[in-house]
């Protein structure tokens, strides 16, 4: 089965600093799907950036990019310029294929903004 | 479109009472999904549609719950009876094959069970 390991339960980092948490995962499957959710206070689970395993290319969202290493099954969030509103719990996740659309998530990282 | 819809927010009923849960979904969005969220077990998948039709309740802890979705526009989690350890935010979501990757997520009903 697949798992995927968030090995931060907590992290923290200055206003306007750059912080990277950290994901890795379990698979056999050679084409699957990685995500990266945030959680805020409100509990809405917001999507933040997502990754295709056959692109080698890192995806960005503005202030927010990826550092994706398939042979090591790593897939990091970097978050750039931190804002106050940063502040959540942030998820990693992962699909299998299309097909099973079943997201597989990790334990969660709590990221803390000191201002 | 006005996302995926939850409702109660927030529900709180005694021990062996019935609680039911409902979702509306995104419209055109052919996969349903409830998730359990608690801080011991985390974020956990308990069932999901595709086209109304359960593919996968393995998720689901015992016969105490089910789950419903009647029409494309509509589901239900239903527990009975209701146990203190059911207590959990419940989310549902859903997503679309021909829009996107990722799920979108409804804002959760917290279940207090006393």
């Known amino acids: 089965a697949q798992t995927v390991t968030q090995s931060q339960p907590e992290m923290s980092v200055q206003e306007a600093e750059t912080v990277t948490l950290s994901c890795t995962y379990d698979t056999s499957e050679s084409d699957y799907y990685l995500f990266w959710y945030k959680q805020p206070p409100s509990r809405q689970m917001i999507l933040v950036i997502r990754q295709e395993a056959y692109k080698q290319q890192n995806a960005t969202e503005n202030r927010f990019s990826v550092n994706f290493q398939k042979a090591a099954k790593s897939f990091s969030l970097k978050i750039s310029d931190s804002q106050l509103g940063d502040a959540a719990m942030y998820f990693c996740?992962?699909?299998?294929?299309?097909?099973?659309?079943?997201?597989?998530f990790g334990q969660g990282t709590r990221l803390t903004i000191n201002p | 479109d006005a996302g995926v819809i939850q409702s109660p927010r927030h529900e709180v009923t005694e021990m062996g009472q019935e609680v039911t849960l409902r979702c509306k979904p995104i419209s055109g969005h052919d996969y349903l999904f409830w998730y359990r969220q608690t801080m011991m077990r985390g974020l956990e998948l308990l069932i999901y549609?595709?086209?109304?039709?359960?593919?996968?309740d393995s998720g689901m802890p015992e016969d105490r719950f089910s789950a419903k979705m009647p029409n494309a526009s509509f589901s239900t989690l239903k527990i009975q009876p209701s146990e203190p350890r059911d207590s959990a935010v419940y989310f549902c979501a859903s997503s679309s094959l021909a829009v996107n990757y990722g799920y979108t997520f409804g804002s959760g009903t917290r279940l207090t069970v006393v």
């Open positions: 549609f595709n086209n109304n039709v359960p593919i996968d």
């Open positions: 996740a992962y699909n299998r294929n299309l097909r099973a659309q079943k997201l597989v």
